[in-house]
């Protein structure tokens, strides 16, 4: 397998999954979804929306990782982001 290019080198579209995640992280991808998933599948007022609420914490953090410019800025960053998502995933959802 290839190595993973640096942030400053796009991957091609031959690099990278169907999902867009390049191929050399596939299975780092998965295996932190599914961690996600089950983490918030464990809290009551998540897990019934849990799958739902991962993958949008996971996909929209891409946007950070891709703009970050330390890994202490990643951090901050991303504890921001989860936080807030995840306070209002806690909300009751309107009757549909």
């Not at 999902?19 to 996600?36: K, R, S």
């Amino acid at each position: 397998m290839a190595a993973c290019r640096s942030k400053k080198k796009s991957a091609s579209a031959a690099d990278r999954s169907s999902n867009g995640v390049p191929l050399c992280f596939e299975a780092q991808f998965w295996q932190a979804a599914d961690a996600l998933r089950v983490s918030l599948a464990s809290e009551p007022a998540l897990a019934t929306r849990a799958p739902e609420t991962a993958r949008a914490l996971f996909y929209g953090a891409h946007g950070i990782a891709e703009h970050a410019a330390s890994a202490a800025g990643f951090d901050t960053e991303i504890d921001a982001f989860v936080r807030i998502h995840l306070r209002g995933a806690r909300l009751p959802q309107p009757p549909a």
